[in-house]
């Protein structure tokens, strides 16, 4: 993947000035900063949610992307199982991406009933569900609210997809699992 010339802005607040970057191709790589210098934006623009105002994005086309937002975006009152159900051809595996992410126990509970790591997970095995016929994960912040150890194991199930993934982190544990960190 290639960002080049990219030039973005929220109105009057410049994200990105003539940024060019070459991302790998494979493997997991991180991107890290401080609050606020674009990251989330780098994903959105890469996903297409977002259009540069100047510059080129050489990346997978969206409908061969996977998005994990922020924000965990779980439908309220819907079972953990249904929320993955949703994003696969009739239901296929959604037990299987429970017990990935150590949310077997809770396939019938609704988000509302689980922990922020809890929803976290579920909202990552959601995403990974989408993702495995996919060409690119984008991951924002997955490991927001999950212990050091939940992360070691979501880390080697990432892995064990093969697709290129790019994601957010602040975090050492996070950071830990990426082949290539980029800091923004």
Known sequence: MKLTDLTFS??????????????????????????????????????????????????????????????????PRLSARRQIELVRPKGKDADAWLAAVGLADEADAAPEALSGGMRRRLSLARCLAYGQDKR????????????????????????????????TAHDAESLGMADTIISL
């Open 136 to 167: 690119l994960l984008l991951l924002d912040e997955p490991f927001t609210g999950v212990d050091a150890e939940r992360i070691k194991a979501l880390a080697a199930l990432i892995r064990s997809m093969g697709i290129p993934v790019l994601f």
């Open 10 to 75: 929220y109105g009057d607040k410049r994200v990105f000035q003539a940024l060019t970057l070459a991302l790998p191709d494979e493997g997991i790589t991180a991107l890290t900063g401080p609050s606020g210098c674009g990251k989330t934006t780098l994903l959105r623009l890469i996903a297409r949610l977002e259009t540069p105002q100047r510059g080129s994005i050489d990346a997978p086309p969206p409908e061969q992307i996977a998005l994990l937002f922020q924000e965990d975006r779980l439908i």
